[in-house]
């Protein structure tokens, strides 16, 4: 899309613009945890000690939304304020994209929208907590989230925890290798699980530093390769969860998502809430650490690409 035509849709920051022009790091960061993720005012502390952690390594963050139907690259501190709030927030995939455009509607970003917003801005590194994945029972239900076709024709790496453990994680690395998406592990060949450091399923290659895997995001682009790249960034030692016990957690909680009638898009926030639940809170803390290493990593390699 050209200059013009995107002003039509798209605020970016002047720091974002002229760090991308100039060929400097950026970290894109979805909304969707602010929004549907954590409560106000804990949200917005988060916010903000992320973007301090990206300054920290020596990126510009950009935190991607859609506020009253305009596309935005990095939020001023109203706009933060606003979508920590929450308030009428909606949450928008691909799908819904072109919805809340043309209705001028407010809408936090899921892992999918944000790599289309973070290509739209040139952007090429972002850091969430997890992607989303293959539903558990996804081979009936076909319940398969749109992360994963982003992955497949949007150029950005993301940089995770890996996939959420509520998912059907050995069928989302099968579907991610059906379509073309090198999953690497940072510091690791099993590709992470979320609240724990393992999964028990391999990555297709380990890398042990963010030059490393900015070589790989590289050559993909050079070799003009469609799509992204996901590196899984294992959550440190200390606040990881018991592999075994999280399974049961979760094992519960879905029971009671079945037994309630959620499906769709209204599950991952359910299921989440009710893990935190169960947790005593543990889960909770677990996410937001791994979130602050995924930044911290993710900035790294952005650094490193810049270099390149």
Known sequence: MNKEKLAQF????????????EGKPVVALESTILSHGMPYPQNLDFA????????????????????????KAGLTEEELVRMCEAKGVLKVSRRDLPIVVAGKLTGATTV?????????????VFATGGIGGVHRGGENSMDISADLQELAHTPVAVVCAGAKMILDIGRTLEYLETMGVPVLGLGTKDFP?????KSGFSVDARVDTPREAAAVLKAKWDLE????????????????????EMSAVIDRVLAKAEAAGVKGKDITPFMLAHIVEETGGESLATNIQLAFNNARAAAKIAVELSKM
């Open 112 to 124: 999918a929208t944000t790599m289309i917003l973070a290509n739209l801005a040139g952007i090429r």
């Open 225 to 244: 390769l469609v799509g992204g790249v996901l590196i899984g960034n294992p959550v440190p030692e200390e606040y990881a969860m018991d592999f075994d």
């Open 10 to 21: 798209m605020d970016i920051t002047e720091e974002i613009r002229q760090a991308v022009a």
């Open 48 to 71: 903000r000690e992320v973007e301090k952690i990206i300054r920290a390594e020596g990126a510009v963050p950009a935190t991607m939304a859609v506020i009253d139907g305009r596309l």
């Open 193 to 197: 699980a979320f609240y724990c450091r």
